[in-house]
């Protein structure tokens, strides 16, 4: 066994902060059916875990090795995931009066998304767990990455997707090898069958936050973010959202990098975006709601988005709310003027989720709550070659 310096040591209950050993599988919180997050001695890994340190490190996610959940390194599945560009939009910014507008190109991972950092992450521990058959529902990006890095493994895996998932997100499923279902229905339906699935025949299920690993990857861009900007924390980072494990990984990667003597106190304001067809947590938000109520019949042409109802909705709810944010929803008839704007000016082709933080800063500029002079990261989630097939014709 070849051990990393990972400090983890233990998991705890988002909601009630009730303990739980690392060392087990674990979904959500068997009490309070809530996520549960990976805790690390602060403290020892602050001792190696240095902006010095990290000045010869690998560059990918797992840079951040002392804070991630992953002990033995034999176990560590990796395609080269994180430490995507940060880029500095100056022909943008130009264009909007902004100097310090940045674009974190999340577009960059293995299967071009984001998604790739947490299913490294979970996939890795479930292997050190002794895990050797996985499942997850799916609107599109996630199934990829699972195929992925399941198929890199070697591991038997199952993936769960609405029909009206993009066709790129199919066909790499299938060439990954994954057992395909598509679904009628929703994520939340695919999340049905992907629970049936662990309980009938012993897959395990690492659908968002119902497992505590994808996070720990997500969060990894939160440590990015803010090692790219020279340790200096942004004012204000706009996230698209669906099931909320970026937003609630990011403010849990500011957390620990306090206490890790990487940051001081400040925080940036951070701004869920929605779709107008699928926005249960800005609902929630705009109604001083803790939780979120379902959408029943959600639509908008940013699949990541369609989420109609996640489990960690109260997690995205107070990041906003402890940041000092905001939560808006836009058209999708503004995402993909955005990914226009955005691919014309920078060279950048987003997906939808990622036109989708454009739309929203340029709201929240015309209401004053950005500021022009202000520094302002636009997440773009994935990349807009994904979703060929469902925008095309709106590109003309």
Known sequence: ?????????????????????????HNLSPVSKKPLFAKYDLEKASKTLTKQSLKSRVNSMWRYIEVMPVINRENIISLGEGFTPLVHSKNLGKSLGMKNLFIKDESNNPTGSFKARGLSSAVSKAIELGQR?????????????????????????????????????????????ADVHLV????????K????????????????????????????????????????????????????????????ALDEMEKLNLIGSKRPRMICVQAEGCSPIVNAYKENKKYAEEIIKPKTLAAGMRVPLAVGDFLVIRSIIESGGEAITV??????????????????????????????MKKLI????????????LLNTGSGYKYLDSIAEYLN
């Open 184 to 191: 009628d229905g929703y994520i939340n339906d695919a999340g």
């Open 193 to 252: 069958l992907s629970i049936k699935a662990s309980e009938d025949e012993g897959f395990f299920d690492l659908s968002t936050l119902k497992e505590p690993y994808r996070v720990e990857g997500k969060k990894t861009m939160g440590y990015e973010i803010i090692e790219q900007l020279s340790f200096t924390v942004p004012d204000v980072i706009i996230y698209p959202t669906g099931g909320g494990t970026g937003i609630v990984g990011i403010w849990k």
């Open 331 to 360: 058209s999708d008839e503004e995402m993909i003027e955005s990914v226009k704007i955005i691919s014309k000016h920078e060279g950048i082709f987003p997906a939808p989720e990622g036109g989708a933080t454009l739309s929203a």
């Open 1 to 25: 066994m070849v051990l990393t310096n990972s400090t983890i040591t233990h998991l705890e209950c988002s909601l009630t902060s009730e303990k739980f050993d690392h060392n087990l599988l």
């Open 133 to 177: 058959k996985l499942t997850l529902p799916s609107a599109g990006n996630a199934a990829g990455a699972l195929s992925a890095y399941a198929a890199a493994a070697g591991l038997k895996f199952k993936v769960f997707m609405p029909k009206d998932a993009p066709l790129p997100n199919k066909v790499e499923c299938i060439a990954f090898g």
């Open 366 to 377: 015309q209401k004053k709550i950005i500021d022009l002079d202000e520094r302002v990261v």
